[in-house]
């Protein structure tokens, strides 16, 4: 699935959720579906999950000898789960998509119309997955509108890359990451991201751009050398949480935004802290915010 198309279905499942009600009334037949496969001589493991409504949570498999574990309880009057993979490519696909059905629901013995919302038990789909330690992961995630919670501590993630329609998404790495990630991509639209020790990514280059919802990151973990940080902001706000000890550098453009930095001082159009040139480890922001707010804070 291309960009493109990735994110035109994020943005039907996010308008679908606000904006369709619901014909008929819905009868709930609720199913579960378990699928865990051995690790046997896989080497890594390739993760795509496409899944609209519900809760999500993704962590570490309890069972060593496992490659993955998958578990999910849906609506079968609503949704058509999917799962595969694909020995070939190392590849493991979980589809979710139509948890989309109805958003809305009259409900005369409850006093009129109700809107199921993101990780509501009556209505939504509930996914979790566990993945192996110990092989590299390559993680490509697209959520509608969830609840969702990555605890990515104990894992090897290579690659992690988010799209998220307006979804609550917390993201923590727990640990510190055993592997240098090659790329980090975090795309909220009308949602609230939370991302616990960034730091411990082990990421040169963390892309962050927020739409409508709002993000907040946390630097805090083990890590050395310099971290590069894109952040674009739209209408929202990202605050971002730095340790006291490493040196910041920020450049940021502003289109009726707002920056909240007081512990960085401007120099020649960029800002920067009092600890730039002596400290160990650094951070190089490079940050647009349009209508939006980005707020600094050294914790």
């Given at each position: 699935?291309?960009?493109?198309?990735?994110?035109?279905?994020?943005?039907?499942?996010?308008a679908?959720?606000?904006?369709?009600?619901?014909?008929?009334?819905?009868?709930?037949?609720?199913?579960?579906?378990?699928?865990?496969?051995?690790r046997?001589?896989?080497?890594?493991?390739?993760?795509?999950?496409?899944?609209?409504?519900?809760?999500?949570?993704?962590a570490?498999?309890?069972?060593?000898?496992?490659?993955?574990n998958?578990d999910?309880r849906?609506?079968?009057?609503?949704?058509?789960?999917?799962?595969?993979?694909?020995?070939?490519?190392?590849?493991?696909?979980i589809?979710?998509?139509?948890?989309?059905?109805?958003?809305?629901?009259?409900?005369?013995?409850?006093?009129?119309?109700?809107?199921?919302?993101?990780?509501?038990?009556?209505?939504?789909?509930?996914?979790?997955v566990?993945?192996?330690?110990?092989i590299?992961?390559?993680?490509?995630?697209?959520?509608g509108?969830?609840?969702?919670?990555?605890?990515l501590?104990?894992?090897?993630?290579?690659?992690?890359?988010?799209?998220?329609?307006?979804?609550?998404?917390?993201?923590?790495?727990?640990?510190?990451?055993?592997?240098?990630?090659?790329?980090?991509?975090?795309?909220?639209?009308?949602?609230?991201?939370?991302?616990?020790?960034l730091?411990?990514?082990?990421?040169s280059?963390?892309?962050?751009?927020?739409?409508?919802?709002?993000?907040?990151?946390?630097?805090?973990?083990?890590?050395?050398?310099?971290?590069?940080?894109?952040?674009?902001?739209?209408?929202?706000?990202?605050?971002?949480?730095?340790?006291?000890?490493?040196?910041v550098?920020?450049?940021?453009?502003?289109?009726?935004?707002?920056l909240?930095?007081?512990?960085?001082?401007?120099?020649?159009?960029?800002?920067?802290?009092?600890?730039?040139?002596?400290?160990t480890?650094?951070?190089?922001?490079?940050?647009?915010?349009?209508?939006?707010?980005?707020?600094?804070?050294?914790?």
């Amino acid at each position: 699935m291309s960009i493109y198309s990735r994110r035109l279905w994020l943005v039907v499942v996010a308008a679908t959720l606000v904006a369709v009600p619901a014909a008929t009334a819905h009868a709930q037949v609720w199913r579960t579906v378990t699928a865990s496969r051995q690790r046997a001589s896989a080497d890594s493991l390739r993760l795509r999950v496409y899944f609209g409504a519900g809760t999500f949570n993704l962590a570490a498999a309890t069972i060593e000898p496992l490659l993955y574990n998958v578990d999910m309880r849906y609506d079968a009057g609503r949704v058509r789960p999917m799962h595969r993979y694909d020995a070939a490519t190392g590849t493991l696909t979980i589809r979710s998509d139509s948890a989309i059905g109805h958003p809305f629901s009259l409900d005369l013995k409850r006093g009129g119309l109700n809107f199921n919302g993101p990780g509501d038990d009556r209505n939504g789909t509930d996914l979790t997955v566990g993945l192996a330690r110990g092989i590299p992961l390559d993680l490509s995630l697209s959520l509608g509108a969830c609840d969702a919670t990555l605890d990515l501590a104990n894992l090897s993630v290579r690659r992690l890359h988010l799209e998220s329609g307006a979804s609550q998404t917390t993201v923590t790495f727990g640990t510190p990451n055993p592997v240098t990630m090659s790329s980090l991509d975090l795309d909220i639209g009308a949602a609230g991201l939370t991302v616990n020790s960034l730091g411990n990514a082990h990421a040169s280059t963390v892309n962050v751009s927020a739409g409508v919802g709002g993000a907040e990151l946390d630097l805090a973990g083990t890590w050395t050398g310099t971290m590069n940080l894109v952040v674009r902001a739209a209408l929202g706000g990202i605050t971002l949480h730095i340790p006291q000890d490493v040196g910041v550098e920020a450049r940021v453009a502003r289109t009726l935004g707002s920056l909240d930095a007081p512990d960085l001082t401007k120099r020649d159009g960029t800002y920067y802290s009092s600890n730039w040139s002596s400290a160990t480890r650094k951070v190089v922001i490079d940050a647009t915010a349009t209508l939006a707010g980005l707020e600094i804070t050294r914790d």
